[in-house]
Each structure stands twice: as C-alpha cells, then as structure tokens.
T-cell receptor, first 115, second 115 residues
Framework: ETGVTQTPRHLVMGMTNKKSLKCEQH?????MYWYKQSAKKPLELMFV???????ENNSVPSRFSPECPNSSHLFLHLHTLQPEDSALYLC??????????????FGPGTRLTVL | AQKITQTQPGMFVQEKEAVTLDCTYD???????LFWYKQPSSGEMIFLIY??????QNATEGRYSLNFQKARKSANLVISASQLGDSAMYFC????????????FGPGTRLSVLP
C-alpha cells in the first residue's frame, strides 16, 4: 500500500446507525486531516491531528468523533447522523515543519449517504 | 469573507491549447503558501503546484505554472497544452502561518477539455 488509503469507499447508513471511517497513511507524515466535501460547497476542514494530538476542531457537531491512535491511522466515528451529513469525506496527511508549507496528500475519499 | 475566491465555476478549453484558472486570496499574514489541487471524477485530490509568499519566481511543474502576483493577491494556474485527462475540478488553497495546519480551499473551477 502506498500513499493515503481510506475504507470504506462507499457507505450507506441509517440515522440511528454507528459506523467508522478509516484512514491510513504510508508516507511517514506527522499530521492527518479530515475534510467534508458537500455538493456545491468548498472543502470544509473538520479535524486536524498533528503528532497525534488534535490541533483544531472547527465546531464540528459531536455526532462526528475523531480518533488518532498513532501517526499513521485516523478514524472518524459516526453516530446519529443526519441526511445533510451525506458527503464525500476526505482524509489527508502532510509532513509539517515549522516555517514551511508542505502539501497535503489526499486519500480517495469515502462517499457517505445517510438515509 | 471568503479567503479564497475562484470566480470561474466552469471553463472550457480546446485540446492542446493553454488555459488559465483564476484564484485570488485574502490574507493579512505576510507568510503563507498557495496550492493548487486537481480533483478528477474519481474524487481523489491530487496536488499540482505550490507557491510560497516569499518565493521570488513563479512556480512551475511540467505543464503547470503559477502566475503569482503578490500585490494583487492572485495566484492563477496556467495549464499549457491541455489534454483530455485534464478535465476535472481544480481547487486553489492557502495555508497561513498564523493559522497553523489550517488549509482553506476555494470553491473550485470545473475544467472541461474539448477534443
């Protein structure tokens, strides 16, 4: 496996279900991100983990719960979602160094549909 | 206020011709980085090119070049010799020193290359 992988690629769930999205990076990076991409809206940053510590949480509803057990893995736990949460969820990683701006490498995304 | 503006929701270009995708940004931070990403219909975001705010020369990567006009706060992407495979969404993004790991993305431009 190379780059950034995400599973599952597609997910359909009911509003009462609990599911988790998984992201794994094989690049040796020290920061990982979750983004939400809805139709006709800019990419929204949801969570950032740098050195396994959450750095930013942009007022994301509590029905989304991130987990970063180590620098290579990132999870997004979902429960009691709403239909408006249907979107493409993208994971990304980067190697962050102070004073430099390194590009993020993205996974293929999980297409989530909430019924 | 929008930090990244991409005024062209959609663009068409004839194969083998050059095309410019516009991006303007808003920041008071003297140190920042600008990025362009390509998103094909498969969903994965692909990094194309990077320009640092202190870089003296415009960035180039193969057929991609960035027309960086700092005073105007614009960072337009130029694609030379367009190919059918260039048809995709293109996103401009910025990362500011004072906002840590936070990437801000523009709304995107959909480029269609015509045969």
């Amino acid at each position: 496996e190379t780059g950034v992988t995400q599973t599952p690629r597609h997910l359909v769930m009911g509003m009462t279900n609990k599911k988790s999205l998984k992201c794994e990076q094989h690049l040796g990076h020290n920061a990982m991100y979750w983004y939400k991409q809805s139709a006709k809206k800019p990419l929204e940053l949801m969570f950032v983990y740098s050195l396994e510590e959450r750095v930013e949480n942009n007022s994301v509803p509590s029905r989304f719960s991130p987990e970063c057990p180590n620098s290579s893995h990132l999870f997004l736990h979902l429960h009691t979602l709403q239909p408006e949460d249907s979107a493409l969820y993208l994971c990304a990683s980067s190697q962050d160094r102070e004073g430099s701006y390194n590009e993020q490498f993205f996974g293929p995304g999980t297409r989530l549909t909430v019924l | 206020a929008q930090k990244i503006t991409q005024t062209q929701p959609g663009m068409f270009v004839q194969e083998k011709e050059a095309v410019t995708l516009d991006c303007t940004y808003d920041t008071s931070d003297p140190s920042y980085g600008l990025f362009w990403y390509k998103q094909p219909s498969s969903g994965e975001m692909i990094f194309l090119i990077y320009q640092g705010s202190y870089d003296q020369q415009n960035a180039t990567e193969g057929r991609y070049s960035l027309n960086f006009q700092k005073a105007r706060k614009s960072a337009n992407l130029v694609i030379s010799a367009s190919q059918l495979g260039d048809s995709a969404m293109y996103f401009c993004a910025m990362r500011e020193e004072n906002y840590g790991q936070n990437f801000v993305f523009g709304p995107g431009t959909r480029l269609s290359v015509l045969p």
